[in-house]
């Protein structure tokens, strides 16, 4: 059975019209906006409960462990936890079970290379597999399984490059979320039989813009990968136009959680040493 998103149920403009004036009035009283806040705290709740009790106590707990000069086994162990909690939040969001979802966490390569596209990222971590469903998914950690950025439209379109099938040298994309990739000839990865893994994705990068920089410094990226077609109607490849892009996922709340939960990771790892 296929999956049916707020985004692709359709309706006719004057539901919609009906519903944003019956809200406005409600806003115009008393008992009016004790209903909206209900519906809005009930409907919040699964997702603030998660990203504050699993993913920012995860983080706060990394924190620490840096603060104390952890050694470097308990510190790999709060980022285990860290990608757990990620998908967990995520899985709530997009209301599957957090086993469907399967989050890694990745960082680049040390090295004096000054093309971008021959920059190399690997797995710092991933989200554990506790009901077996990612079977025969090959588990790649460490440095010695790196990942050319050239080679993966991921990494390429967040850095505003190319890789081997694709030009994103016009705009650095803030997200990168697919589906269908199995069907997708665009799509360019180096990781080994990927198909058989994953047909939609969605990654984000791990960044911060100072001040005096022109562009915001990338330390890694988040990922979340699903076996089927989990984020709705979005596809990169299906818009012609970065703006037009944007535009539209900006009204996704996946888009958010997802940006919120990198931009989280950019000051553990920031200070992280391999």
């Known amino acids: 059975m296929t999956q ?4 692709d149920i359709p309706s006719p403009w004057w539901i919609r019209t009906i519903l944003v004036k019956i809200f406005r009035y409600l806003r115009k009283t ?3 906006r004790y209903v909206i806040f209900e519906i809005k705290n009930r409907s919040h709740l699964g997702f603030t409960s998660k990203i504050h009790k ?15 000069n952890a050694s470097d086994d308990l510190i790999m162990h709060k980022f285990q936890d860290i990608a757990n909690s990620f998908r967990d939040v995520m899985a709530e969001i997009l209301e599957i079970a957090p086993k469907e979802l399967h989050c890694t966490i ?28 990612w079977h025969g998914r090959t588990l790649e950690y460490g440095s010695s399984h790196a990942h050319l ?4 439209s991921s990494f390429a379109a967040l850095l505003g490059i190319s890789d081997r099938k694709n030009d994103w040298s016009s705009n650095a994309y803030s997200c990168f979320v697919a589906n269908g990739l199995d069907k997708c000839k665009n799509y360019d990865s180096s ?17 911060f813009k100072f001040s005096n920089e022109p562009l915001p410094q990338i330390v890694g990226f988040v990922t979340f990968d699903a076996k089927t077609s989990v984020f709705g109607k979005y596809n990169i490849f299906s818009y012609s136009e970065p703006t037009e892009y944007h535009n539209s996922i900006n009204a996704s709340s996946f ?3 997802g940006g919120i939960l990198a931009d989280l990771l950019y000051p553990p790892l920031n200070v992280y040493t391999i």
């Open 106 to 133: 990745k960082i680049f390569v040390e090295n004096n290379k000054k093309d971008p596209r021959e920059y190399e990222v690997f797995t710092l971590v991933r989200s554990e597999d506790e009901e077996n469903y």
């Open 54 to 68: 699993k993913a920012v106590h995860d983080l706060r707990s990394l924190a620490v462990a840096q603060m104390n």
């Open 4 to 7: 049916k998103f707020i985004e």
């Open 191 to 207: 990781g080994k039989n990927w198909d058989g893994h994953y047909t939609s994705t969605a990654v984000f990068p791990i960044r």
């Open 149 to 152: 950025v050239g080679e993966n």
């Open 30 to 32: 008393k008992w009016g």
């Open 255 to 257: 888009y958010h959680v």
